[in-house]
């Protein structure tokens, strides 16, 4: 009888070493162990539609049993934010150092190590640095700061260098990007050409370091910045092209008032010559007395 007895503790003695031995999975750690996640700003406030989030703050409690070294935990970052890989480290109240957290950014995930054993109920708080992932988007404040109109070979339009209607003409746009406008790789500004004049195909080209521009043949032009201008402060350029005047615009022959959609609306007044006319050649002369003749000059107008 004793011997049954003492079978029967035994056996019980080992059951209750093999069920122990299986750890608790991570999810019911994490579920139990962190007690409560805070999204706050860089002005410490919690987050709100006009608060961008800065950081998040996790608050933990070790509760009835500790926790033990060796111990990991896996640490979900809310929905909607973004983390950078890096380690922070993992305290307590007092400022004890438990363990640390691994950030994966790419799994928008974390890993917490226990290297410490953490007594029970202890309580604690952690954060970590996160951000709200920027959607690309179309800037809406004027950037065009100044623009400059030439023909082909760079000279402005006057009187003695009129353009016809369908002449080359080349535009220079002044752009600036104030550094209010925290603009991101990916944001874009479009703008439309006066529709005095045409592109009869799609021309391509660059802002120099800070994107690309595209001007379609409806008149759009379209700019797209990269990431140098997250970096950089004071951001300007240059944005130009050859383009041509459109003939079939009504009163293209007369003196056009040209208004370029910069940001104190710039206009530029340009003398047109009909196409295919012959320009007309304005005389005047004087006499020469001793000679008896006249002496002319003239010029095309």
Do not use: C
């Amino acid at each position: 009888m004793k011997k049954a007895v003492i079978f029967v503790v035994l056996f019980m003695l080992i059951g209750f070493n093999v069920v122990s031995a299986i750890p608790v999975s991570s999810a019911n750690v994490e579920r139990e162990f962190i007690q409560d996640v805070t999204v706050k700003n860089s002005q410490g406030l919690e987050e709100n539609e006009n608060a961008p989030p800065m950081e998040v703050v996790y608050d933990w409690d070790s509760g009835v049993d500790g926790m033990k070294v060796g111990t990991e935990i896996g640490i979900d970052i809310p929905e909607g934010l973004a983390v950078s890989d890096g380690t922070v480290d993992f305290v307590g109240r007092y400022g004890s150092v438990y363990g640390e957290v691994t950030l994966d950014g790419d799994k928008s995930r974390g890993e917490l190590e226990i290297t410490e054993d953490i007594p029970a109920h202890v309580m604690g708080s952690f954060q970590l640095s996160a951000e709200r992932p920027r959607l690309k988007s179309a800037i809406t404040a004027p950037i065009l700061t100044e623009v400059a109109l030439t023909d082909a070979s760079g000279k402005t339009f006057t009187e003695e260098n009129r353009p016809t209607v369908d002449s080359v003409a080349h535009v220079a746009f002044e752009w600036a990007l104030p550094d209010a406008l925290n603009a991101k790789s990916g944001d874009t500004y479009s703008f439309a050409l006066p529709d005095i004049f045409k592109l009869y195909s799609v021309v391509n080209g660059t802002l120099g370091d800070y994107g690309t521009f595209v001007a379609g043949t409806d008149g759009t032009v379209t700019m797209t910045f990269n990431e140098n201008v997250e970096t950089d402060s004071g951001v300007a350029g240059t944005l130009q092209f050859n383009t041509r005047f459109d003939a079939v615009k009504e009163n293209t022959l007369t003196e056009q008032k040209i208004v370029f959609p910069v940001v104190e609306s710039q206009s530029i007044d340009v003398h047109f010559v009909a196409a295919g006319a012959q320009k007309v050649m304005a005389k005047s002369g004087t006499v020469d007395q001793a000679y008896e003749r006249v002496r002319l000059t003239g010029r095309f107008v």
